[in-house]
């Protein structure tokens, strides 16, 4: 299931495979899964949904960030140490169930003091794929984060979320549901699409927009977000923690958007991590081909909806 090959320039490339999806991990940075994908197709062409930034392949070392394009691991809050430069080579672990990256502890340039792991499960017959998220502090003071797990995908799609349900109740007095908005956030753009029961945000690199980017967040109890382009459909499902406390004013969902890639992010709750300890985040990924293409109502209860009910976590 697991092979090591030169990609783009970096000599540790794994390619993890059941024989129907394949991922391709390097472990010269990250950790960072580059890619995943129907078994015998073209990665590199209109069938891999993930963003590649071409100009970061190959590279290692330095003090900058590197976006790389594909699937990453941060925590909150977004701020300086978000950034810190993940340029050095991980540490690869299999066994019989899984494959574990794990990352070298981040003590320089930035003294974070945690170390993060993602480890990956795939499905012995599907495309189902566990992707779990690990941070362990190894700092002396108690580090409080949620954990965020951001997957970046090519041009030319777009996200779809299913919005919290709402009883159609004229008499019913408290607000149920938040969508949270970022300074730059504009809902008169047109790559914003409010359905019935869904909310859908477009990439378009061609938009004249005054406002490049976009982005929103919400708390989804549903656990689930999907992006399609080509034919493809890549559906991931959470816990949503249901009653728990989330960060950016209570997300466990958010999608951010520019003229390059469109991400589809997830959040865990905030955890209280005390040194030595560690917490966990999981996603599950599903692909799916030959998806008509379409935007609306009809589109979404037709074809996405009837997929998403076939994952689960």
Known sequence: MLTKIAHRGWPS??????????????????????????????NTGPKNLFKEIDADYGQTGGDKFRFVGGHRFWVTPENEATYFPDNRPVRVAEDSHEVRFIAPVEDHPIATNLQKEISLRVSPDESCVAVTHTVTNLGSNIAEHALWALTMFAPGGHAIFP???????NAA?????????WPYTDLSDPRWRFGHKNLQ????????????AQKIGFFNP???????????????????????????????????TDSEMLEVETLSPIH???????S???ERWWLFDGVPGGTGDAWYNGEVLPRVLKTSM
């Open 13 to 42: 490339v794994y390619r993890l495979s059941n024989g129907h999806v394949e991922l391709l991990l390097t472990a010269d940075v990250g950790p960072r899964i580059l890619s995943y994908g129907f078994t015998g197709r073209d």
């Open 163 to 169: 919005l919290p349900f709402r009883e159609r109740d």
């Open 173 to 181: 007095l408290l607000p149920e549901s938040t969508l949270v908005m």
């Open 201 to 212: 945000l477009a990439q378009d690199s061609r938009s004249t927009m005054r406002r490049e």
């Open 222 to 256: 549903e656990g689930w977000g999907a992006y399609y382009r080509n034919g493809l459909l890549f559906v991931k499902r959470i816990y949503p923690g249901v009653g728990k406390a989330h960060p950016d004013m209570g997300c466990n969902y958010e999608s951010y």
């Open 272 to 278: 209280r991590i005390k040194p030595g300890e560690s």
């Open 280 to 282: 966990a985040h999981v």
